[in-house]
Each structure stands twice: as C-alpha cells, then as structure tokens.
C-alpha cells in the first residue's frame, strides 16, 4: 500500500488544506493500492503562489542555460537510478504491462529529460541582426508560470514533455497529474526535491477536473500546456483564449494504418502491439483505423484478427503479459459500449468482443472489426483495443479515407516501396505519419492537426511553446 499524506509545494512536502483524498485502485484486482490528498483549489492557489513567486523574483529564469540544464541532468541522473520502482508503480496504477513500463514507459520518459538537459548549448537564445533602422538584439524568454496537466496513459512521459522543456526554458511550473495515476508523481517529486531545484520552480498537487480547471483559470498562470480528450481540450482553450493564455493542446486521435499492395504483412502485424494495442489501446496515437486494399482485405483481417486472438491478456506484472487491463470500470464499460454499437452498426466482429474469461480486473480483449469508415466505431475515438478494418479500391481513395476525420494525430504507411510510401505519408494529414513503422521519437515534433489540438512536443520544436521572443532595437 502506497500511502502518501503531502503535496510537493514551494520545495516542501506540506499538508492539503483539505481533507479528502483519492484512493488510487488496481485495475487488476480492483483493490485499492494507495492513497495521496486530493489537492484542492486552495492547495492549487499555495503551489501557483509558489511558481508565481519563483520566476518573478527566484534564481531560476535568470540563471544561464547551461546552469539549468546542469540541474536537470542531476535529476536526470537521480531518475535514471529509481526506473525500475517507477516502472512497477506505473504498472500497479494503470495496467500496464510491466514489460511496456520498463522499456517504453519510464525509459522514454527519461529520454526526454535527458534530451532537454543536454540541448541548453544548441539554443539561440540571444541573436543580433541588422534592422531596418538599426541593429536589433532578438532575445528568447520564458514565458512564464506554466500549468502542466496530464492524463493517466503515459504519466511520466507526459509529464516530462511538458515540464522538461518549461525547465530548460526558464518557467516555473505546477503539475497536475491525474487522479488515477498520483503514485508515480509523487515518485517523481521525491526526485526533484533531492535534485535541490530551487523552491517553487517545480510544484506537484494531483487533483481531480475542478480543482484542475481552478488552475486553468489562476490569473497567475501564463501558459497551460494540456494532454487529454479532445472535448475537455476545447473546454481549456476557450478559457485561454478569454484570458489572453498561451496554451498547448494534444488531444485525441483516429489514426489510419494504410496498408498499400505491396506492403508486408509481416512487417506490419510485427509493429501491431505498439500501433494499435499499446496500453490496451489507451493511446491517442494508436492506429485503430486499418484501411486495406480491396483485394487483399480478406487476408488483412486475418492476420490482424490471428494476432488479436493470440495475444497474451493478463496480469500486469507477469512479464509474458502483452495487454493488460483497462484503467477503470468506467474504462471498461465505454470500451464494452463501442463494441456493441460497432456490432449493431453491422460491422463484422472476427475477433475479441470479450472479457477474456476474467471475472476480476477490468479487462476487454484485443477486439477486431471488418467494417467502413462511415461507422461510429471508425469516426469517434474509443481508447481501448479495438480496431476497425477497412477496404479501399485505390490508393486515392485510401488517402482520402485517412483524412476524412476530424482528427489529424498520427498515421503510418505500410510498402515495400519506402520511397513511394514518403509520397503517401506527405498527402495524409497528421502531425505524425510513419512509413513501415510507428514509434514517436523524443528528438522530434509530436502533435496533431485539427481536433487533435495545437502545438507541438517534442524536439527542439517542444521548446518553442514555452519561449517568448522580444526584440530589442537600438541606435547602434
């Protein structure tokens, strides 16, 4: 039992001014395995104070970039020797497989810190150039106290895409990890207590979505950098908008896998634990759309559907487990929803549909679809191991197919061709498009195009969002 009675505010451990708290519940056995305070508006008011206090008048933002990457390769350091006991806290919250958590979750996670820490000498962070009245010096600045809100799929990588970069920046910042998943930031806040970052600089208070909308709308707060459901993204960026707020948004994801004529099934099926059944498919970059060419759809279907039925479902931490449980009861039950309204739709169901034979642990099995992209199972984002198979009659039509959605997130192409499948991927609208593979690589731009939010992660680029410039011109 993980039981933790303090918030990390201004460089301390304090008590919530309130007193209730979440209970954090395992999704495979339904047990509760932790308890933390459940931060309320005032908790989040002491930790904005806190932030608001460190840039305006603290060392941070004024020392040199090279002095903060030094700090944050000193917690990079620190994180890297903790991996394996975030790893298991990870996989105890939400179901990951263990053997995900140890190589994609933590792993990554500290990728991106380690990345930023070392980028600090590569940034211009002040340039000359002639104007045309004089010379100008172009300075980057921090923009400010950031908000980092985060939901429960991927915690630490999440976390880190946002406050990694605000930190080599310059900005402050207040993380609000999500209710389900506290255990890890609490984790992670031992970890920069003992790095010795100054107080203020990093502020955690896990909270549920009012206390977290309360730090949306601080005045104090000058950018919110959020990942979550496309619904409460537009719910924050009117709220920013208003306000006048800098904001970044990555939300949800209807992404297509286009299987051209002469693509290898193999190499495809190869990448399909990670495109589209990753974390159970709680993934916003999972491909769960595969458009197939007419006259090869039959044996698309199978050998998606041949894996589906193979794949291992279980316990969490038993290292042969490939697909864990969903991360809530309420999960489930929406995952379950989609299934049966993919079926009364008239979609073919050729594989999954069920429990798996669990009568503990919110479970649904890898879950396999023959159908069209006029379905709700192809248009709306389920977030759960299901996916839908769909023919198309040329390669038009298939892009076409891939780029009527609303969302615009992630995609791959699939050809023995990789110079045709570059001609493909640059006419499907994503932010993310992979040929013959998918994965999201830490040294470069992540985000999406239309629902699927504003701005970028990432790279060099994932800088960019918390970066003010300001020009100074002069007489010379």
């Not at 919250?93 to 263990?98: A, P, V």
């Amino acid at each position: 039992m993980h039981v933790q009675d303090r918030l990390y505010i201004d460089g301390g451990w304090v008590a919530s001014r309130g007193t209730d708290v979440i209970e954090v519940v395992s999704p495979h056995t339904e047990e509760v395995i932790g308890r933390v305070p459940d931060g309320t508006p005032a908790d989040m008011d002491a930790a904005v104070a806190a932030a608001r206090g460190a840039f305006d008048t603290g060392p941070w933002p004024r020392m040199e970039p090279g002095e903060r990457a030094a700090l944050m390769g000193r917690l990079s350091e620190l994180y890297a020797a903790r991996q394996p006991e975030m790893a298991e806290i990870i996989t105890a919250e939400m179901g990951s497989s263990i053997t995900f958590s140890q190589i994609g979750q933590v792993p990554i996670a500290h990728a991106v810190l380690d990345f930023y820490a070392r980028l600090a000498d590569s940034v211009a962070w002040e340039t000359e150039r002639p104007g045309m009245l004089g010379p100008v010096t172009v300075r980057r600045e921090p923009v400010g106290v950031t908000a980092a809100i985060v939901p429960w799929n991927t915690p630490q990588f999440l976390i880190m895409t946002k406050l990694a970069p605000a930190l080599l920046a310059g900005c402050t910042a207040v993380v609000k990890p999500a209710p389900e998943t506290p255990l890890d930031a609490h984790l992670f806040a031992q970890l920069v207590d003992e790095a010795g970052f100054p107080p203020g600089v990093v502020n955690i208070v896990p909270a549920g979505r009012e206390t977290g909308e309360h730090l949306v709308r601080h005045p104090d707060v000058d950018k919110v950098a959020f990942t979550g459901s496309t619904a409460v993204g537009r719910r924050i960026g009117a709220i920013c908008a208003e306000q006048m707020k800098r904001c970044s948004l990555e939300l949800g994801g209807k992404s297509a896998a286009v299987i051209l004529e002469d693509a290898d099934l193999d190499t495809y099926v190869g990448w399909l634990p990670m495109a589209a059944f990753l974390i159970s498919g709680q993934a916003c970059g999972a491909q769960t759309r595969v458009l197939a060419p007419r006259g090869r759809f039959d044996e698309v279907v199978e050998r998606v559907a041949a894996y589906a039925r193979s794949a291992r479902l279980g316990d969490p931490f038993d290292p042969a487990t490939e697909i864990g449980p969903l991360v809530t009861s309420r999960q489930r039950d929406r995952v379950e929803g989609y299934i049966r309204l993919g079926q009364e739709e008239g979609a073919k169901l050729v594989a999954g549909g069920g429990r798996g034979g669990f009568d503990r642990g919110w479970y649904v099995e890898p879950t396999v679809f023959a159908g069209d992209n006029s379905m709700r199972i192809a248009r709306e984002e389920i977030f759960g191991p299901v996916l839908v198979v769909i023919p198309y009659e040329d390669e038009d039509e298939a892009i076409r197919i891939a780029n009527d959605s609303e969302y615009g997130l992630c995609g791959s192409v699939w050809t023995a061709d990789e110079r045709h499948g570059m001609e493909v991927a640059r006419r499907i609208r994503t932010g993310v498009c992979g040929v013959n593979m998918f994965i999201l690589d830490p040294a470069s731009p992540f985000g999406g195009v239309k629902a699927s939010g504003v701005g970028r992660e990432l790279g060099p680029e994932g800088l960019d969002g918390y970066l003010e410039y300001k020009s100074i011109p002069r007489t010379g």
